[in-house]
């Protein structure tokens, strides 16, 4: 049985990612001379990402409602769809991670233009993956079935 995507996991997640981003972003110079790119393009993904989960998450908690009036999600679409979350949530971590770290990296070209559009970058895809993972999250919960009575707690609660 697959366990519900703990909280810790996604800090660890998240620790380790900025540490690669900030170790990147701190040797990118040495290398090649120039500040780490953080492109705008990462920032649209991951909105995009968020913004489709989104949508994902209303239609699955619609057709996982029993009175909504649509036709039922199937059981073996409401676990891809789980797994699809916890995906997302881990995906979210990494990136909310990464960007962190080469967030924290450009600090002190805060004053340069380049740095500074660096650092917004950076910020923007940070706190959309904060929003993925917070999306991902409410979608796993949405699609977690309860378990079934066991048979003593059936047999404890039948009248005798």
């Given amino acids: 049985m697959v366990q519900q995507t703990k909280i810790s996991v996604l800090i660890i997640l998240a620790i380790l990612s900025a540490s690669v981003g900030w170790s990147l972003a701190q040797l990118w110079p040495t290398w090649f001379a120039q500040g780490f790119p953080v492109s705008t393009g990462s920032a649209i993904a991951m909105i995009l990402v968020a913004i489709s989960l989104l949508v994902w998450t209303f239609m699955t908690r619609a057709r996982l409602n029993p009175e ?30 990464f960007y962190i770290g080469v967030l924290l990296s450009n600090i002190v070209a805060i004053e340069s ?6 650092i ?11 929003i993925t993972i917070l999306i991902a999250l409410w979608l796993e919960r949405i699609c977690r079935i309860k378990e079934p009575p066991s048979e003593t707690d059936v047999r404890n609660s039948s009248p005798a």
């Fill in 68 to 97: 909504s009036g649509v036709k039922r999600l199937h059981p073996l679409v409401a676990a891809r769809t789980a797994a699809l979350a916890m995906s997302a949530s881990r995906v979210g971590a990494l990136a909310l991670g």
């Fill in 120 to 130: 917004k970058s950076a910020a923007v895809t940070a706190v959309a993956s904060f």
């Fill in 113 to 118: 233009v380049a740095g500074n559009d660096r």
